[in-house]
Nanobody, 123 residues
Framework: QVQLVESGGGLVQPGGSLTLSCAAS????????MGWYRQPPGKQRELVAS???????DYADFVKDRFTISRNNAKKEVYLKMNTLKPEDTAVYYC?????????????????WGQGTQVTVSS
């Protein structure tokens, strides 16, 4: 089975920084797009940033120039460096990955999610 495990959340003051990490493990053949989503209190989950296996990145407008997504393909990890954090960045942050796994003699693709990590920006 595939698991995505996030780490790095916590409480930070406005203007501060945090780095989230997510590690994928299991019977993985390869990983295509990896990304970070967030769900603010009382709101729907939204895309924050994504990165392809080749390193092409995409960001939501509300985090451009503040957040940086990166990945280490060998380690099957994705990171989100968050700078200049604002109270409105408070949310549960989820790691997502598009992963192909071994299923019997073949491959199967699927979307996988981490359990979420809380980020709270408050003074």
């Amino acid at each position: 089975q595939v698991q995505l495990v996030e780490s790095g959340g916590g409480l930070v003051q406005p203007g501060g920084s945090l780095t989230l990490s997510c590690a994928a493990s299991g019977s993985i053949f390869d990983i295509n797009v990896m990304g970070w989503y967030r769900q603010p209190p009382g709101k729907q989950r939204e895309l924050v940033a994504s990165i392809s296996s080749g390193g092409v990145t995409d960001y939501a407008d509300f985090v451009k120039d503040r957040f940086t997504i990166s990945r280490n393909n060998a380690k099957k990890e994705v990171y989100l460096k968050m700078n200049t954090l604002k109270p409105e960045d408070t949310a549960v942050y989820y790691c997502h990955a598009d992963i192909r796994t071994w299923r019997g003699a073949g491959l199967a693709g699927g979307d996988y999610w981490g359990q979420g990590t809380q980020v709270t920006v408050s003074s």
